[in-house]
């Protein structure tokens, strides 16, 4: 191991992202529609990247010089000689992506909707509770604000002396 997993974390932030942050700034403010769509398949690459790392990090963590090929392919994904972020995307996530869009459309409807309907239901249930309960609440609220002598915390420069 070359690079450590804790020095491998700093350069993947600073090359995997703060890096690509600035290029794609400097994408956008110029206008430039190849280095916008570089930098935008490069993101969609990263972002599959990190949905995927975890699992090796857990499974293949101990691999000679693992830290070390993450470290590379991020690099390749944005580095201009390399290709390798437009390749993999021409060549094979956005064949994948067409084939399934109409499945991951649906699935993210339904996602979507299976979440606010829990929102909701967990919204009203919070209602509910303090409807129900709301005398009991506000006696425990008046109890903290202003509690018995003797009891709770003497205020500063007053301690209690025994």
Request: aromatic share 12%.
């Amino acid at each position: 191991m070359l690079i450590s997993a804790p020095i491998c974390r700093v350069l993947m932030a600073l090359l995997g992202c703060a890096f690509p942050a600035y290029m794609t700034h400097k994408a956008v403010s110029s206008g430039n529609n190849q280095q916008l769509r570089h930098w935008c398949v490069y993101w969609l690459l990263m972002g599959f990247f990190l949905c995927l790392e975890w699992v090796a990090d857990l499974s293949i963590f101990w691999l000679p010089l693992y830290y070390e090929a993450k470290l590379a392919f991020v690099v390749a994904l944005w580095h201009p000689r390399t290709h390798v972020a437009i390749t993999l995307y021409d060549g094979y996530v956005s064949p994948l992506l067409v084939k399934h869009e109409g499945t991951i459309d649906r699935l993210y409807v339904e996602t979507r909707a299976r979440i606010a309907d829990a929102v909701t239901s967990q919204a009203n249930r919070a209602q509910g509770y303090i409807h129900n309960n709301a005398g009991v609440i506000m006696n425990a609220m008046h109890s903290f604000a202003h509690p018995k002598p003797g009891e709770g915390a003497a205020p500063l420069g007053h301690e209690k002396t025994q």
